[in-house]
């Protein structure tokens, strides 16, 4: 919000909204919700919500969704629709639910990705609904409370930050469900790109505390393949292998040969990832 200069915003307002703003400027938040503007300002619900809907119309916020705002920088004029920083709204639109952003997102994020995403995924061990709000679309993944693990604190602004998946989560969150990532070959390049940042022990902590064989046949596949992982932290992922075989990408048919060593489907070829090794 540095770009707001709240003394002359401030000068134009009536006396309750000068207060609300003076007070998300203090928090330096520019993301809020009704229950927020209750809270500041001390109005009940109706007349916040009338307070709201008139600033909306003078375009000093705008509306995200029903009970979600944005306060909208005074360089976009009064008619521009503002959805503000897209992982604060994902953590506005969790309302009272812990989440934290993963996969694509956070793969963004954590800089293993050069395409930018036009999807916002978050985690959460609570039902959220996805939605798509000014162009953006919110996907809310759900997962099991003991699946919540591998987080860090991510700064969005000076004042502001989030939760997101740490290098190693978004690793595993990504073999687990390459379909929200682009792919494993996607997921493949993130490894790569960051891998010298990466503990390999976590890795495979990660993926066996996860328990799904999927993401332990995977993750194993690619630590050997880059050669990035000692043979003992292999070993660790091997033992854990049944003996059904998967595919390696499920976004792609069943077809390629059969490796006994991971129980993988080859249905990418190992050509086809050692390039990312080289891009």
């Keep these: 919000m540095d770009s707001i200069k709240p003394n002359e915003r401030l000068k134009t307002v ?20 009704l229950a927020d503007a209750e809270a500041i300002t001390g109005l009940d619900s109706k007349v916040a919500s009338s307070l709201l809907h008139k600033a909306v119309r003078r375009g000093l916020v705008s509306r995200l ?33 812990q989440c934290f952003i993963s996969h694509a997102s956070a793969m963004e994020i954590q800089r293993m990705v050069t395409q930018p995403q036009l999807v916002v995924f978050a985690s959460s061990a609570k039902r959220i609904r996805s939605r798509k709000l000014q162009g953006t679309e919110f996907r809310f993944v759900l997962i099991k409370p003991d699946q919540y693990f591998g987080t860090m604190k991510h700064w969005v602004t000076k004042q ?21 990532c682009g792919g494993v070959t996607e997921v493949a390049k993130g490894l790569w790109m960051r891998h010298g940042e990466m503990q390999t022990a976590k890795l495979v902590d990660y993926a066996l505390r996860l328990g799904i064989g999927a993401v332990t046949r995977r993750l194993g ?3 050997e393949l880059y050669r990035i992982a000692p043979e003992e932290e292999l070993t660790r992922l091997r033992r854990s292998l049944t003996a059904t075989y998967l595919p390696l990408d499920p976004m792609l048919p069943k077809e390629g040969r059969h490796l006994r060593r991971w129980r993988l489907q080859l249905n990418i070829l190992p050509e086809e990832l050692e390039v990312v090794r080289t891009t």
Excluded at 14 to 22: E, I, K, S, V
Excluded at 83 to 91: D, I, K, R, W
Excluded at 160 to 165: A, P, V
Aim: glycine share 8%; no cysteine.
């Design 221 to 223: 596949y690619l630590l």
């Design 14 to 33: 009536g006396r309750q909204m000068a207060r609300l703003l003076a007070a998300l400027y203090d928090r330096s938040q520019s993301t809020f919700t």
């Design 160 to 180: 502001e930050s989030i939760q997101i998946s740490d290098l190693e989560r978004t690793i595993v969150d990504g073999l687990r469900q390459p379909e929200y």
């Design 65 to 97: 969704e029903r009970g979600v705002f944005v306060i909208v920088p005074p360089e976009l004029g009064s008619n521009a629709e503002y959805a503000g920083n897209s992982y604060l709204t994902a953590v506005k639109l969790a309302g009272n639910a």
